[in-house]
């Protein structure tokens, strides 16, 4: 009796919608488009319904051994199956440290909202921006 009770818990919880802090990524109901950057790379993404809004964070890293640390922000672009632009936004700009030698780069984070919940099949196009958005 307990074993089917746990079984309807269960299906009931399939049947409903996701819950707002699984990970779309993860799961693969959001697929993921990354345009490649010659300095940066964003090497970790995660996504979420909340309802009305898909919130994104990732994580971006630098590419280069050296130099000074690339400001720039994170263009976020969420289309449906079709390709249908659904919304779009820009992360807040943040530096990205090069690395040394021998070290792991180090992460910074970033996140966007975007003003529409992901369809089923959406796709999230990020892509690495230097500068200000509008520059
Ligand atoms: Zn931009």
Do not use: K
Not at 34 to 44: G, Q
Request: proline share 10%; charged share 20%; net charge positive.
């Amino acid at each position: 009796m307990r074993r089917l009770t746990a079984l309807a818990l269960g299906a009931l919880l399939l049947a409903g919608c996701a819950p707002w802090n699984t990970d779309l990524v993860r799961t693969g109901a959001v697929a993921i488009e990354r345009p490649p950057h010659d300095a940066v790379e964003i090497y970790w993404v995660s996504a979420h319904n909340d309802g009305a809004t898909t919130r994104v964070h990732g994580q971006i890293r630098s590419r280069r051994h050296n130099g000074l640390p690339i400001y720039g922000h994170v263009d976020v672009a969420l289309l449906a199956p079709s390709g249908e632009l659904l919304g779009q936004a820009a992360s807040d700009p943040v530096p990205v440290a090069p690395y040394r030698r021998g070290r792991a780069a180090p992460g910074q984070r970033f996140s966007v909202e975007l003003p529409a919940p992901p369809p089923q099949g959406a796709t999230l196009r990020l892509a690495f921006h230097a500068r200000a958005h509008d520059s």
